[in-house]
């Protein structure tokens, strides 16, 4: 069966799969007209620098109608592979939009540098650079509605993979975060990865939303050059594990899937293993649907608001 599933996947072109192609450099040409960018919209969101030098910024969303109280502060990264995604993608800003309003957060999604051009560890470091700048900047909707003691750093795919690294490192620097208290993480359909294929990987490895060839394309694309798909960036079961500091500090993890990904065994083994350290963590991984599914039809992301908010305020 893994033979004839692995033919399967050959099929697949993954640079046509990501509207991209690889140019002589080792550089990706992505195509603008695949990737669908949307403004902010000035009565709810607004974009603001956090390191010109490296063209990093972040979109901060309101709630629609934001209540007088301060509001919990949600840090996001979008997902992509590490190789594709902006905070101003339609489907992201949807996401977040819709987030912020239905859990009365002030949510800010944070850009990072893409790979190959910038290979890990360069998101995690721009996703601490972004943890570090939200409790400086001078900005008047975070002044005003942000409540810094209710800080979770969230993430989709990649971004929940880089929203767990960041929390690893966050978490070993927390005296240095004040006034930022952070309350947990939240890891949505984290992008994880391995050499040896899963059941899951093996069961949909032709995945039509997120086939397995698109996954070691990026991993290839991603990782230190020279690193397979066991480097602990993207196996955090093979190698370095959870920081203890994380039990100590008392965070809550959420980590959500779906069966129809075929990352959720790693997924539920992230979880697991988080678990076994002694972390308090909510796994929420239903049936059927698809990677990312709650972000390509937002009419589907409901039943994820409502696992949201109860984690937030059990966290509060």
């Known amino acids: 069966m893994a033979a004839e599933n692995n033919s399967l996947a050959s099929t697949i072109d993954p640079y046509e799969f990501i509207h991209s192609s690889l140019n002589p450099d080792g550089t990706l040409a992505r195509d603008p007209e695949a990737f669908v960018t949307t403004p902010p919209d000035i009565s709810n969101s607004k974009d603001i620098p956090i390191n010109p030098a490296n063209n990093t910024w972040a979109r901060v969303f309101l709630p629609k109608q934001p209540p007088p109280n301060k509001l919990p502060l949600l840090l996001y990264f979008h997902g992509g592979g590490f190789v594709i995604g902006s905070p101003d993608k339609a489907n992201f800003h949807e996401f977040c939009s819709n987030i912020a309003t239905e859990l009365a957060v002030i949510l800010v999604s944070a850009g990072y540098r893409l790979a190959p051009e910038h290979r890990l560890p360069a998101a995690y470091d721009d996703g601490m650079e972004a943890l570090r700048w939200v409790k400086t900047v001078q900005d008047d909707w975070l002044r005003d509605h942000a409540d810094y003691s209710n800080c979770f750093i969230m993430g989709s795919s990649a971004g929940g993979n880089l929203a767990y690294r ?20 939240i890891l949505h359909q984290p992008f994880l990865g391995g050499v040896r294929r899963t059941e899951s990987e093996l069961r949909i490895v ?24 066991d480097h602990p960036y993207c196996n955090p079961t093979a190698g370095f594990g959870v920081s203890e500091k994380i039990k100590q500090l008392g965070w809550r993890v959420l980590v959500t899937g779906c069966d129809g990904d ?32 709650e972000i390509i039809d937002s009419s589907k992301a409901k039943p994820l608001h409502l696992v949201l908010l109860n984690f937030i305020s059990n966290s509060i």
């Open 166 to 185: 960041v929390g690893l490192r966050a978490a070993q620097e927390t005296d240095h975060l004040s006034p930022l208290k952070i309350k947990g993480l």
């Open 206 to 229: 032709n995945d039509p939303f997120f086939p397995m060839a698109v996954s070691d394309l990026m991993w290839e694309l991603c990782l230190p050059v020279g690193a397979d798909r």
């Open 262 to 293: 075929p990352m959720i065994d790693r997924q539920m083994e992230l979880a697991k293993m988080m678990e076994n350290k002694g972390i308090k963590v909510v796994g929420r991984f239903g049936e059927g649907e698809y990677h990312g599914f």
